[in-house]
């Protein structure tokens, strides 16, 4: 026997979290994009997306957030810096990858200096996923050691039961134990199953990949250059990643106030590692795709313990150029060593 | 909208013909409307779409663009230049949603200060019916909270 | 929070060569400057701001033995450095920091120090130079080689001036051929050349350099040459940052971000660099 | 033999006698149904060469990216009409030399492949033509005409929902042929006349700003579209703006290779009957 | 940062009375960046400079707003003043609160909210504003001269007399223009040729002086002091250096009835022809629509004719040729109003309605009758001539609103000359008004009405008809309130005056401006009337508004002076407001270069060391542009900016409002 969510409780769930103070953040399909936001009832959910279009780190690290609103004076400079609302929210239907990458970011947010507007968001809020009855041929988490059920980042995971009729649900953290004690009423006992979990093929070697990588023989591979000729330099795969996490700041305003703001920025973007001398440490789109994979799947791991991506394959489904992370360690797994 | 709303009305103009009708609006003491605010450039050429968006970022509730009768241009041809970029990038802005009534074009000659009075005039009166352009302006006072989900 | 930065006070603006100017800079509040007081060392670097601008990073060229406000110098290039640049005493502008790590002094004491700078890199230099002078006794001979493309490149001509009067310093200057005015008496040459020229004793010697990587490329060569090994050079890299504590992503070179684990490392810890993307 | 096969072949040929240094083509992509941008240096890459009605991008994108052509090499590459309409655009805006290229064109009708004869952009004047009456993908006409029947408020609510998406990627930029700037506007920052933020009146002026710029430059291959992460329809405003320089100024972007730019050209007879 | 001194000018009343200058000064003196603010009754009067200099020096001001009038009025002023006071001229900026703000409010506050606003915006644009330094340009010391009738050919004599040489463009085949086809000329009843035709010969022998005859400009480039000028020397089929003048081939062509040109079609031509016997330079053109050579490709005759080997040259082709110039005077003059537009008066429709052009025919002794006035119907003497004055003129339902300004005076003259030949005719003129103002004019009308017996009937013909040989003018007198009919034997009217029908494109083909007619734009009615609104280009003659030949000469003089002024230096100051690449970013479109109205923008190429095309840019020439910014707005990178009015110069003034 395991406790369950039935469907139709789903939106007495809401209710009752709104009622203890909750906003409710779950995946919606609004003007044509997925996402997530701030849903009222369950018919406003679209669950059976495989995966949204925008990441949850969306609300977590925003693509633009405002730092410190300033007031220009004669002799003086008025400046009060914002900080994020500070509102419990619960992200209802989080897909394991989305999550992990949360978990992924938070010791480089937290590493020393911690970064403030991304751990009170953090802090206030709890991360329900779900597992993934579904995925498709881009999903590769189980390449980067992840799984469609994975709980990392979790608080609360839900598994979807083999009849339809809701999840199984467990917290996983004390967040998420606290949770569900809010609503324990509209749960119940049950020995229904829990759908299969899909199978999501491996489609590299992802120690080989590091091994390769880690060979500083290889940094300057001609393998760079092939690899990415086709790389157009948009900033999409990055600002669509669960882990991704450049940012820069940037002053906006007229000439008395304004406010300075974190904005998401790119390495993509020949202008991210731009001296104002002119002079670019990495002036092809080889050395900032080079970049990418490499802070991904070695500095990162160095650094932190563990690769920077949580296998979504959101840089591929939505590259215009059909590139993305599976075929460059694709690639590289079939490198002759 | 209220009785004492007072648009904010910028303007800008070529400085050979209609800052210099302007100009004479003043010296004939031809009393206008006070929500208009002048900016002086060369010539209509070098009216660039960018200062309309700013300007109405920056709160106008309508924008007038002005310069030299066609023809009449000292720089021989730069307000023919500009009456394309107008015609393009009014039906960009129509397309947006972004009323036509609040982005005027006219031509104002050196001569016709009556007439660079009575556009000021009418401007203000037309947006005083039109009212604030709070659409736009709200996208401004977003910035502050937007993201803060 | 942690991109707030500190208002302060532009005390004086001195002019150090063509678009290069230097800064002193004032807290304007007590528990901002006992804040830096605590935190202070040698090498580390800020981001100094005006706000409707931005922030602008650049090292505190003051040494740690003087806290009591804080020196910045900087090339004029983009809309930052522009507008600081117009500062003048009595405005207000903003400093985050310090950030970053710090030239290891105390493991050079009872050490000769050789200084090696070329142009705008100076002020980190100057920075460690009189962190050092300013407790002389510690160190033994003190070098210092300075270049610059032309005399009028030259920052800091009057603290040259005061180090060349001095008897404990050997101050060794040169400008790049082509550079020289009539009364110029120092050297002409680059600085490798004159580097080892000057032959300085690897003996005992700790070696701080600073300079455009084209320099620093072919002065690591002749200080190999002159017996000194990449673990005794230290030096300072300047990436583009914008956070200034390790978030975002600008200044990460290999498995180093230059604005947490840096600025300062030692030769041999940037050879092991990638230097495809330095 | 194919097409496919044929332009293989010849592809393989070009490569093999040195004529040209790169074939730009297609290739599998990681899906069955995507085809990838393919760069045949070696008569053997060519040989991987696809071309099917999955090949729908305008790849003329990788002439002006990254100094390709500066070295005077001449390069082949496959495309459609609308590629060819661009590459009338670019070497009018001279960005590409026409010596420099070998077009393998194509169409794609009924969901089949029909080759285009001629092998340099000045075989292909007909395609150049035919702007003129070509009628817009039904589709984005009709949506265009729904939003032109709205109230302005109304259509600025469409827009402001659909770039309050947008999180300033560039990917409607890089993908776009015609934006070959060595500096965007958007990275001007002495003045920021666009915002970089991603909030809905930085994304106002960024997408108001690109459409202004590609105003009677769009060759409506709908790159800036497909590549758009967060589906906005750009192509909606991009086909305004070409209707809107073809209706007052009879002007067809892409028509031929020599036109004159219609924002760097005028003539005393355009309309105005806005003009106060 | 900057330090901004504001100066706000009370003049006198004028701001001061509408604009609360107290409050001005607070709010503007609490701007960032405002070193110093103060209010002066007259900051254009000597103290009031003398404040403002010493302001700069005392605080190192970088720059410097005078709230005041309108730049247009005083910013020579005050750019002085700043120099003066060692302070870049061209860090001053004049917000213009009194023609812009006090003198069009009545609303005091609004006023002043207003004039706080404007100043505001100006201080942030001046905040950055560059150090500009004057253009220097050299200036090629030849004028232009278009159009060879009196008022050009005065203009070239002047110039010429001053040791600067001249190319004096006429697109006839002679010069003279208008006033070659005049008998006598008013007030003095001298003989028009006789004045003209020492002029005409003055200049094509004066050294300095190039006569360009059937030659048209065809096109004008750069800029004052450097202007390319492109002329067409139309094809004459005679060699203008081998030709004597003799006029065997005249005498031989056997086309003989071409209706003349300059006889008003009251005499003939041939298709070989000079336009009259008098004409400078004496050498006649074949016209080529008449020729029967042209037309059948035979004949030849007048080639047979002349004694001169290879002078007349049926393969002769147009030709162009290229001056450096460096001022150029327009003198295009007029033409009459086309008399078709005249159904009621009988243009066209009776032989005898004539204009007073070929009245000035008839009357001329070198004329188709030998200065007899005779009808052009029946060559019968008329005995009664009605006058209609304002054909055409002051009447807008015509297009022409203005008056046309000679007709009052030559009609008057016409009546005279009709007395003096015919003792027994009468003239009755139909008149709006008599405009008779000028030296000696009113004594002159009063001499036709008094001595010469011209009857004036105040009002406008409303019908005109034949009848039993005679034209039977309808008309109401308006001062008696009676209708009149006359009944006459000629009837001359007094067309109105219009420009050239080419006019227009003469005028964009120039470089110049032009009203609503098409006459000429001159840079201010009252104190720049020679001048136009384009540097180095200046007006005289009937081309600016009607005029008669007094006022030409006067006005060709005084156009005369300007160049000689011009030319009395050897290089030119320009404003500096030019446009800059940047190269760096500049993607090489090249839409810049077809958008400059003056093509003063080029294509560079920019190598690498080893000279190895990298890209190629734009590039402005500053002698040639002319900071319209045309250019800027079109550049898509924002590769190309205007000092003294640059993108961060504009954006801080519309951020600040």
């Known amino acids: 026997m395991t406790r369950i969510l039935p469907k139709n409780k789903l939106d007495d769930c809401i209710a009752a979290w709104q009622k203890a103070g909750y906003s409710v953040l779950a995946p919606v399909q609004r003007h044509d994009m997925s996402s997530f936001d701030e849903v009222q009832k369950a018919s406003d959910m679209a669950l059976d997306l495989i995966l949204t279009e925008r990441t949850i780190k969306d609300h977590f690290f925003p693509q633009t957030e405002p730092l410190i609103k300033y007031k220009i004076s004669k002799h003086d400079i008025d400046s009060e810096t914002m900080t994020p609302p500070d509102k419990k929210r619960i992200f209802f239907g989080v897909r394991p990858c989305d999550a992990s990458g949360l978990a992924i970011d938070d010791p480089l947010f937290g590493w020393d200096y911690k970064d403030d507007y991304w751990f009170r968001r953090r802090n206030n809020s709890v991360i329900v996923t779900i597992a993934c009855a579904e995925a498709d041929d881009f999903c590769m988490c189980t390449s980067v050691k992840l799984s469609p059920d994975s709980t990392k980042g979790a608080d609360v995971m839900l598994r979807p039961l083999a009849s339809g009729n809701g999840w199984q649900i467990e917290a996983v953290s004390e967040r998420g134990t606290a949770l569900l004690d809010t609503v324990s009423p509209l749960l119940q006992e049950s020995s229904d199953q829990a759908a299969p979990v899909p199978q999501v093929a491996e489609k590299f070697d992802v120690e080989k990949v590091m091994e390769w990588l880690a060979d500083p023989a290889n940094f300057e591979s001609q393998f760079w250059k092939d690899i990415s000729m086709r790389c157009i330099g948009c900033g999409s795969c990055t600002f669509l990643c669960p882990t991704c996490h450049c940012f820069d700041i940037q002053d906006e305003g007229d000439t008395y106030q304004g406010i300075r703001r974190k904005n998401w920025d790119s390495c993509s973007f020949a202008l991210f590692t731009m001296h104002t001398s002119g002079h670019n440490p990495r002036n092809a789109q080889s050395t900032r795709w080079r970049q990418r994979i490499m802070h991904k799947f070695n500095y990162y791991q160095g650094k932190f313990g563990v690769n920077s991506c949580s296998g979504c394959g959101r840089c591929t489904r939505q590259c215009p150029v059909d590139m993305g992370i599976t075929e460059t360690l694709q690639a590289i797994t079939n490198l002759p060593r | 909208m209220s009785e004492s709303f007072e648009p904010k009305i910028v303007a800008f103009v070529c400085t050979y013909c209609t800052y210099a009708g302007a100009d004479l609006a003043g010296t004939s003491r031809l009393k206008y409307a006070p929500n208009v605010r002048i900016v002086r450039l060369p010539c209509t050429g070098r009216i660039s779409p960018m200062f309309i968006l700013k300007a109405l970022q920056k709160g106008a509730d309508s924008v007038l663009v002005s310069g030299c009768h066609p023809g009449d241009c000292h720089f021989a041809a730069g307000n023919y230049h500009a009456r394309r970029r107008w015609t393009v990038f009014r039906a960009l802005l129509a397309f947006t949603g972004i009323p036509e009534e609040r982005i005027r074009f006219s031509w104002v000659s050196a001569a016709e200060g009556a007439k660079f009075a009575d556009l000021i005039n009418e401007i203000t009166e037309d947006t005083k019916k039109l009212g604030p352009f709070t659409q736009y302006q709200e996208l401004q006072k977003v910035i502050e909270t937007q993201s803060s989900y | 929070m942690i991109y707030t930065p500190f208002p302060m006070r532009v005390v004086s603006k001195r002019a150090e060569a063509p678009g290069v100017n230097t800064l002193k800079l004032e807290f304007v509040r007590q528990e901002d400057h006992e804040f830096f007081k605590a935190n202070y060392q040698t090498g580390m670097f800020g981001l100094y701001g005006i706000y409707g601008e931005g922030e602008s990073t650049f090292c505190v060229a003051s040494p740690e033995t003087r806290k009591d406000y804080i020196e910045c110098t900087f090339r004029q290039s983009g809309r930052v450095t522009s507008t600081l640049a117009n500062a003048d005493a009595g405005d207000i502008v903003t400093f985050r920091g310090p950030y970053g790590n710090r030239f290891p002094i105390e493991q050079f004491e009872g050490k000769n120090l050789l200084f090696i700078a070329g142009g705008i890199a100076l002020p980190p230099t100057r920075s460690v130079i009189w962190s050092c002078l300013d407790q002389r006794e510690k160190y033994k001979d003190v070098t210092i080689v300075y270049g610059a493309r032309t005399v009028a490149d030259l920052v800091y001509k009057h603290e040259l001036e005061e180090w060349k009067q001095r008897d404990d310093v050997n101050l060794v200057l040169t400008v790049d051929p082509g550079g020289e005015t009539p009364d110029w008496t120092d050297h002409v040459g680059f600085v490798p050349t004159v580097l080892e020229q000057a032959a300085p004793s690897p003996e005992n010697t700790i070696a701080v350099l600073c300079g455009p990587p084209i320099m620093i490329k072919f002065t690591l060569i002749a200080l190999e040459k002159l017996g000194f090994t990449a673990e005794n050079v230290y030096t300072t890299l300047e990436n583009r940052m914008k956070c200034g504590v390790g978030k975002c992503g600008r200044c990460n070179v290999g498995s180093v971000y230059i604005c947490k684990e840096g600025p300062v490392f030692t030769a041999a810890e940037v050879q092991a660099m990638p230097q495809a993307d330095l | 033999m194919g097409i496919q096969e044929q332009y293989r072949s010849e592809a393989a040929a070009l490569l093999s006698s040195g004529e040209v240094k790169l074939v730009i083509g297609f290739g599998p992509g990681s899906t069955a149904d995507r085809r990838r941008p393919l760069f045949a240096r070696t008569p053997e890459e060519a040989e991987k060469l696809v071309l099917d009605p999955a090949c729908i991008s305008n790849l003329t994108t990788y002439l002006v990216a990254g100094g390709l052509l500066s070295d005077g090499k001449k390069v082949a590459i496959f495309l459609k009409p609308d590629g060819i309409r661009s590459l009338n655009i670019l070497v009018s805006e001279c960005q590409v030399k026409p010596e420099q290229v070998v077009i393998f064109g194509y169409a794609i009708e009924n969901n089949e492949i029909r080759p285009l004869s001629g092998r340099s952009i000045g075989d292909f004047a007909e395609i150049g033509s035919k702007i003129r009456t070509a009628t817009p993908p039904p589709a984005v006409q009709k949506e265009a005409e729904r939003l032109e029947a709205m109230s302005p408020a109304e259509r600025f609510e469409f827009w402001k929902e659909q770039f309050s998406k947008c999180i300033k990627c560039y990917a409607c930029r890089q993908a776009c042929p015609m934006c070959y700037c060595r500096r965007c506007i958007v990275d001007v920052n002495q003045p920021q006349w666009v915002s970089t933020s991603s909030h809905t009146l930085g994304n106002f002026e960024w997408n108001l700003v690109r459409a202004f710029h590609l105003a009677g430059r769009c060759a409506a291959c709908g790159a800036c579209d497909r590549a758009c992460p967060v589906n906005i329809p750009l192509r909606l405003i991009n086909y305004r703006m070409g209707k809107e320089v073809k209706e007052a100024f009879d002007y067809h972007a892409g028509e031929s290779s020599d036109q004159k730019p219609v924002l760097a050209s005028f003539s005393q007879d355009d309309p105005e009957t806005f003009i106060l | 940062m900057a330090k901004i001194g504001v100066f706000v000018c009370h003049c006198g009343e004028n701001i001061a009375s509408m604009v609360d200058t107290a409050t001005l000064v607070r709010k503007i003196s609490e701007h960032p960046g405002v070193e110093v603010c103060t209010e002066y009754k007259y900051f254009c009067s000597d103290p009031g400079q003398e404040t403002v200099k010493r302001a700069i020096r005392e605080n190192n ?597």
């Open chain 5, 61 to 657: 001001l970088t720059g410097v707003v005078v709230a005041a009038c309108s730049p247009r009025m005083h910013e020579t002023t005050f750019r002085k003043a700043c120099a003066e006071a060692g302070l870049n001229p061209y860090m001053l900026e004049m917000a213009n609160i009194r023609e812009h703000c006090s003198w069009v409010h009545s609303d005091k506050e609004k006023a002043t909210e207003k004039a706080i606003e404007i100043t505001r915006s100006l201080v942030e644009k001046v905040k950055r504003n560059n150090d500009l330094k004057p253009i220097s340009v050299p200036v090629t010391r030849r004028a232009l001269v278009i159009g060879g009738g009196i008022a050009g050919i005065q203009a070239a004599l002047d110039i010429a007399g001053a040791g600067r040489e001249v190319i004096l463009v006429e697109r006839e085949p002679s010069i003279g223009g208008h006033m070659s086809q005049l008998s006598e000329t008013f007030p003095t009843l001298d003989c028009s040729q006789c004045i003209l035709t020492p002029r005409m010969v003055e200049a094509i022998q004066h050294p300095n002086i190039k006569v360009l005859t059937y030659s048209e400009v065809e096109s004008v480039d750069g800029y004052i002091g450097n202007f390319k000028v492109k002329i067409r020397k139309k094809a004459r089929y005679v060699d203008i250096n081998k030709c004597t003048g003799c006029g065997d081939c005249i005498q031989k062509c056997p086309v003989k009835k071409i209706p003349s040109e300059f006889e008003c079609g009251l005499g003939n031509r041939t298709a070989i022809y000079t336009p009259f016997a008098q004409a400078v330079p004496n050498v006649p053109v074949i016209d080529t629509t008449r020729c029967t050579y042209f037309k059948n490709g035979k004949c030849k005759i007048c080639q047979k004719t002349c004694q001169i080997e290879n002078c007349i040259d049926f393969e002769m082709q147009d030709t162009f040729e290229e001056y450096e110039i460096g001022a150029i005077v327009v003198a295009t003059g007029f033409q009459i109003q086309d008399t078709s537009l005249y159904g009621e008066y009988g243009y066209g429709k009776y032989k005898d309605v004539i204009t007073g052009l070929s009245f000035e025919r008839l009357a001329s002794a070198s004329g188709p009758t030998s200065g007899k006035i005779l009808r052009p119907s029946d060559g019968k003497e008329p005995e009664t001539i009605v006058f209609i004055q304002c054909a055409g003129s002051r009447d807008p339902s015509k297009g022409v609103k203005y008056c046309s300004k000679i007709c009052c005076m030559y009609t008057a003259k016409h009546a005279m000359l009709f007395a003096h030949k015919n003792h027994h005719g009468r003239s009755q003129i139909f008149y709006m008004d008599i405009r008779a103002a000028g030296k000696g004019y009113d004594e002159f009308t009063r001499r036709a009405i008094e001595e010469d017996g011209a009857e004036y009937l105040r009002g406008r013909v409303s019908k005109l008809y034949e009848e039993n040989g005679k034209l039977i003018v309808r008309g109401v007198d308006s001062l008696l309130g009676k209708p009149v009919e006359v009944a006459a034997d000629m009837v001359v009217l007094a067309t109105a005056i219009v420009p050239q029908p080419d006019a227009k494109e003469t005028a964009k083909k120039i470089g110049i401006g032009y009203d609503e007619y098409g006459f000429y734009n001159e840079a201010h009615l009252k104190l720049r009337p020679v001048e136009t609104a384009t540097a180095g280009i200046y007006l005289c003659g009937a081309c600016q508004s009607p005029k008669d030949i007094p006022d030409s000469v006067a006005q060709a003089s005084a156009a005369a002076a300007k160049v000689i002024g011009l030319f009395s230096r050897e290089q030119l100051e320009r404003e500096p407001v030019v446009a800059g690449v940047n190269d760096a970013t500049c993607a090489g479109c090249q839409g810049c270069i077809m958008a400059c109205p003056y093509n003063a923008i080029d294509v560079r190429d920019i190598n690498d060391r080893n000279g190895n095309l990298i890209k190629q840019v734009a590039d402005v020439n500053p002698g040639l542009c002319q900071g319209c910014g045309t250019c800027v707005t079109f550049c898509r990178s924002n590769s190309i900016d205007l000092a003294g009015f640059t993108e961060k110069q504009i954006f801080a003034e519309v951020m600040a409002l």
